[in-house]
């Protein structure tokens, strides 16, 4: 009797984006226990958001003050590293995430197996070290961490204006968009030839039904991203 068929699931995700690093790690985690192809997919968010008519959770007070504990909880629960950063005004809606989006766009072009753990790094300096994530030496910082050459890392760099890069990372930003998508992550699950779109980190479970897999919890023993 033929193997099941593998599901795809796309995840589409900005960095900035402290709750998609809980959705980011546990779904890492699963795609070594679901019958899944994960894609990652780096977008946009100040494009989704504008794309969407939406606005940062953190701009309405209440919701803010409610993220700073729920995130505590939540990362506490899944076993990610997480500290919020000291200016997260600063972080999220001054310096934002453009170069990384086209770091991340131009290592998925390239040499996609260093994707995830690329990811992972950002996340750490942003929502782990309260580090910068925007200068050409933070980029290469996280690169060293993530295992790529320095000389692919000074390649890829270059190319952070080249308008295949901005392309890819509009057209990727517009498929989201298409999905329904209004923020990050935005999880999209291919299932008997439909896409099924999911928002955030906390339907995963809502996920897992519709993909007709098990649902173990946060599986921390599974976890990569180190303290």
């Known amino acids: 009797m033929a193997a099941p068929a593998r599901k795809s699931v796309e995840f589409f995700y900005d960095v900035l984006s402290p709750y998609t ?8 985690r699963y795609q070594q226990k679901w019958n899944i192809d994960l894609k990652l997919r780096p ?11 939406n606005r940062p959770p ?3 007070p209440a919701k803010a003050t409610y993220m700073g504990q729920d995130l505590k909880r939540l990362t506490d ?29 131009a290592v998925d072009m390239n040499c996609d197996q260093y994707l995830e753990e690329l990811t992972r790094q950002l996340f750490l ?11 050409p030496a933070s980029l290469m910082a996280a690169a060293a961490k993530a295992g790529i050459p320095e000389d692919l890392t000074k390649q890829l760099l270059s190319t952070l204006k080249d308008q295949a890069v901005k392309d890819r990372l509009r057209q990727t930003t517009q498929a989201a968009l298409d999905h329904g998508a ?17 928002f955030g980190s906390d339907r995963l479970e809502l996920m897992a039904h519709m993909l007709g897999e098990k649902w173990y919890g946060p599986l921390p023993e599974l976890a990569k991203a180190k303290m």
Not at 21 to 28: G, H, K, T
Not at 125 to 131: G, H, L, M, S, V
């Open 182 to 198: 209004f923020g990050s992550p935005t999880i999209v699950a291919h299932i008997d030839g439909k896409a099924q779109m999911f």
């Open 21 to 28: 690093w809980l959705a980011f790690e546990v779904m890492c």
């Open 77 to 105: 629960m899944y076993q990610v590293p997480f500290n919020m950063p000291s200016n997260p005004a600063e972080v999220m809606f001054i310096k934002g995430s453009i170069n990384a989006g086209r770091f991340l766009t």
């Open 58 to 60: 953190g701009m309405v």
């Open 43 to 53: 977008f946009f968010l100040s494009g989704i958001m504008q794309g969407a008519d």
């Open 125 to 135: 300096r942003i929502y782990y070290r309260d580090e910068d994530i925007t200068e």
